[in-house]
Structure formats: C-alpha cells, structure tokens
C-alpha cells in the first residue's frame, strides 16, 4: 500500500495574499519607495510553502514543501510509535522547533507525530490524519 496526500497551505497563501494586498496598497500610496524586493519575497515564499506533499512508500516516508523544497525522509523502521495530535495554533505554520520536536504544517492543526527510537519526535501536519496513521501502522506491522 502506498500513501500520499499534498495538503494545499490555505493558511500559508492566504497570509501571502493578504501581505501582497498591503504591498500593493503601500506601493500605490508611497510610489518613490522601493518595494519591489518585497514582492520577491513574498511570490518565493508562497511558492516555496504552497503545500505540503507526504508520501509512503516501501520502506520509507518523504515529506516535502511545495516544488520539492525543504525534501526530508525517514526510514519506517526508525519510527517506534505514530499518533494523531493536535498541534497549538501559535506553533504557526511551516518548518518550526517547537516543545515536543520539529513540526512541518502549511494549514490546519491536524498532525500525526511520528516518535523515533532514539526518542526524538517529528509532527506532520495533514488533513488526513487518520488516513496517514493508518498508512504508516500498516507498513509498520509488514517490516
């Protein structure tokens, strides 16, 4: 059985769009500043967060942002256990060092983390947390 879901970061564009919308606004009303570096900034920024794509294949499960960026991978058999959590809405969205271990989210509070035999813990955020709880259960009891 594989798995994989992308999961679009409603939150992450909406922000952007709403950042944007204040660039435009500033550019329009102060038209001598330099504001194109912004627009950069923000364009790269929402395409490099857009959505976050979780796959399961085999023997392993890659996560990554957008087009391929920020790509990780974590052997199945390194995982010692798997449950769904609800992550606090200040951990904020996209790759964060938070209390319990490191938390990669574009949209929602869903999250299945993932702890790790030499005990470290990675939170994935999904709006399928039940259906990826399952996948990774699934390939564990098979190895």
Request: net charge positive; glycine share 6%; charged share 20%.
């Amino acid at each position: 059985m594989k798995y994989k879901n992308t999961q679009l970061g409603t939150v992450m564009l909406s922000l952007m769009l709403s950042v944007t919308g204040l660039l435009i606004f500033s550019a329009i009303n102060k038209p001598d500043e330099t504001i194109w570096p912004a627009f950069i900034i923000v364009g790269v920024s929402s395409l490099l967060f857009c959505s976050l794509t979780i796959r399961i294949t085999k023997d392993k499960i890659t996560w990554f942002f957008g087009p391929y960026f920020w790509k990780k991978e974590l052997k199945l058999e390194e995982i010692h256990s798997v449950k769904i959590i609800r992550t606090k809405w200040y951990f904020g969205f996209g790759i964060r060092l938070v209390s319990s271990g490191w938390l990669y989210n574009v949209s929602g509070l869903d999250a299945v983390e993932l702890t790790l035999k030499d005990g470290t813990t990675i939170s994935l955020g999904t709006n399928q947390a039940n259906e990826l709880q399952n996948a990774i259960n699934a390939k564990l009891e098979n190895n």
